[in-house]
């Protein structure tokens, strides 16, 4: 089993769907958790983190669930523009930060 | 100020040969890691430095081998070139060692093997 597994997709969708992904992980110590987003071609930058107590950016929201271990990130209100690839991160302490190999999404018109 | 920033953008190199590739971090960051994209298979971890010393390294043989300068710029050195090394190399840095905080990706280096 992957140490973080993700649904490779691709996600497609209308604009102005609401689209969800989910990200498991196998480390029941991991420690901190991000979501990355990856538009072709480009290096990952971070779209946000994932705290336990959920949390909001706007039109995205993250959400950690520690006792199923699985991270989830919900987009509402898609855009053309949140085409992308979204890669889960999980990070166990003491430096060991695998990334997932990502969910691909398209978003169109 | 100046992100991550990776040299050489592309290299072609042939079967046996051996790849250099240079990474030089935000200015303040510590920590630098190399990541490896091959195609459909995702970021899989490399190496990490920080303050010089390697930290940790991901399940990839030993023909991977990088350093870190006392300016905290790396290298990331391939040996023995095979095809399946083609891939694009992420270098990213961040503030702390941890990685609990932001890492901020070069735009990476994309090796070809032929």
């Known amino acids: 089993r992957k140490e973080v597994e993700q649904d490779p997709g691709p996600f497609n969708v209308p604009e102005g769907a609401t689209v969800a992904f989910n990200c498991t992980y196998s480390n029941s110590a991991s420690q901190s958790f991000f979501w990355y987003r990856q538009d072709c071609r480009k290096e990952p930058k971070l779209l946000m983190s994932v705290y336990s107590s959920g949390n909001e950016d706007g039109r995205f929201t993250a959400q950690l669930n520690r006792a199923s271990q699985y991270i989830s990130l919900l987009i509402r209100d898609s855009k053309l523009s949140d085409s992308a690839t979204y890669l889960c991160v999980v990070n166990t302490g003491g430096f060991k930060t695998i990334f997932g190999a990502g969910t691909r999404l398209f978003v169109k018109a | 100020e100046a992100g991550v920033t990776q040299s050489p953008t592309h290299l072609i190199k042939t079967r046996g040969q051996q790849a250099t590739l240079r990474c030089s971090p935000i200015?303040?960051?510590?920590?630098v890691y190399w990541y490896q994209q091959a195609l459909g298979l995702g970021l899989q971890f490399l190496l990490w430095?920080?303050?010089?010393?390697?930290?940790n390294r991901g399940n990839f043989p030993p023909r991977f081998s990088g350093r870190q300068f006392p300016n905290y710029s790396s290298e990331l050195n391939v040996n023995a070139l095979e095809l399946e090394d083609s891939a694009l190399y992420l270098c990213?840095?961040?503030?702390?060692?941890?990685?609990?905080?932001?890492?901020?990706f070069g735009q990476g280096t994309r090796l070809t093997v032929v």
């Open positions: 990213a840095s961040s503030l702390e060692g941890s990685m609990n905080t932001e890492a901020f």
């Open positions: 200015s303040g960051h510590t920590s």
């Open positions: 430095y920080d303050e010089g010393e390697e930290r």
